[in-house]
């Protein structure tokens, strides 16, 4: 089985919310077809494990800016209207 390696664009960290989640879905398979096959502690599995869990942070930092982005339009949005 070929393990899931990251090009030098998709290591970047200035990632699009769709490109994040189709990162994510691939590992998230990837992992559960090579955790079938191994232990749950085997360092394969370990690795796809992690790296999952590194661009699960990454996309919820994203969704966070955004949602913190809105916030902060709406209430500058108020300040123009008053």
Do not use: W
Request: net charge positive; glycine share 2%; aromatic share 4%.
């Amino acid at each position: 089985m070929k393990l899931y390696q990251p090009s030098r664009d998709e290591a970047r960290c200035d990632y699009r919310e769709d490109e994040l989640f189709v990162t994510i879905e691939h590992l998230r398979s990837q992992l559960l077809e090579v955790a079938k096959e191994r232990s749950l502690s085997d360092n394969t599995v370990l690795e796809l494990s992690q790296r999952l869990d590194s661009y699960i942070v990454l996309a919820q930092n994203k969704m966070m800016e955004n949602l913190r982005g809105r916030k902060h339009n709406r209430v500058r949005g108020k300040a123009l209207i008053q």
